[in-house]
């Protein structure tokens, strides 16, 4: 089992920026993919982003956030982030990492088994 911990959430004005980290332990994390999910009050847990673990990372983006975000990892301290910029009111949401075994980044969260706690991001207009 893997343990994820979110971080870099909070409040952010409309236009600008924030950095979410995912701090992963438990075990190695070769051929992992990670993503990133969101849910907003009363919606379904949507797929933001992922990227494989691999040398040459494959990276997979929503539509709604392409351009905004990006994904990126840091595979010796075990970590993956996410860049997001020129934020909007509907990017408010808690945001919550998820690994899974395999190659290939997955937008289905039924790919994903393990989760972390999520972490709130709020944007204002």
């Known amino acids: 089992q893997v343990q994820l911990v979110e971080s870099g959430g909070g409040l952010v004005q409309a236009g600008g920026s924030l950095r979410l980290s995912c701090a992963a332990s438990?075990?190695?994390?070769?051929?992992?993919?990670m993503g990133w999910f969101r849910q907003a009050p009363g919606k379904d847990r949507d797929f933001v982003a992922a990227?494989?673990?691999?040398?040459?990372?494959?990276?997979k983006y929503a539509d709604s956030v392409k351009g905004r975000f990006t994904i990126s990892r840091d595979n010796a301290r075990n970590t993956v982030y996410l860049q997001m910029n020129s934020l909007k009111p509907e990017d408010t949401a808690v945001y919550y990492c998820?690994?899974?075994?395999?190659?290939?980044?997955?937008?289905?969260?039924?790919?994903?088994?393990?989760w972390g706690q999520g972490t709130q991001v709020t944007v204002s207009s």
């Open positions: 998820a690994a899974r075994y395999g190659s290939i980044p997955a937008s289905s969260r039924n790919d994903y088994a393990d």
């Open positions: 990227i494989s673990w691999s040398a040459g990372s494959i990276r």
């Open positions: 438990g075990r190695t994390f070769s051929g992992y993919v």
